[in-house]
């Protein structure tokens, strides 16, 4: 079994865009740092995770992954997050993936041992584990073996959308719900709520 991680990553100056009304530019751009790092951490500390895979337009981003030991795929200009995953996820078939485990950055209280708890959910041999976000409307973690099997459908609703393609085509669908995961940092309402239940690093 040869899992790989991939982590989209938009531009460092861009990510978080909904917390503009709210956050400076720079509280944003240390914001998406430390999502970011977060993330990274995490994952290294997966043992069964072979390959880590992030995909940005950013040179930045993709230079402190290379830092990580992480493998980087330099994205096309502005072809989207889904063309972006799409791309990822062939180059983790041409290395011969047996799967890939799909993350976006915004997850604050994501833990290695939530990334394991995905993975002992898998017991298919085609299909995905998905974790929707607290209202059953986001994706916040997608598995998905084998590669490829599943076109990318990340933006409105994308929870409901991939379970019903998955379904579709026959795959096995579980869905984990894991509160730390299914917790991301969307709107300003989100960033509260974070406040108030943990003590963020930042001031932000
Ligand atoms: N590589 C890449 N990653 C993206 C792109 N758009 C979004 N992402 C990443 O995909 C995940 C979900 O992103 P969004 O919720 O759309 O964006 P966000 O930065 O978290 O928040 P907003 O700017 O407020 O929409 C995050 O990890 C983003 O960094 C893209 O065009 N390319
Ligand atoms: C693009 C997505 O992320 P978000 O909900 O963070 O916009 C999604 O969950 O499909």
Redesign the pocket.
Known sequence: MSTWAI????PIY??????AVVLSQHERVLLNQMLYMHLLQVLREVHNIEEILV???DTSILATARQWGARTLQ?DG?I??NM?LRRATVMAQIYAASEVLIL???LPLITAEDVQAIFQTARFERGIVIVPDRHHYGTNALLVRPPGVLDYQ?GSNSYEAHCRQARQKGLEVRTLELPSVAFDL?WPEDLEHWRQLHSTPLTL
Request: hydrophobic share 35%; glycine share 8%.
């Open positions: 982590v989209p990553v938009k861009q990510g978080k865009s909904r917390l995909v940005s337009r994205e502005r989207g997050l972006a976006p950055v915004d990340f969307d």
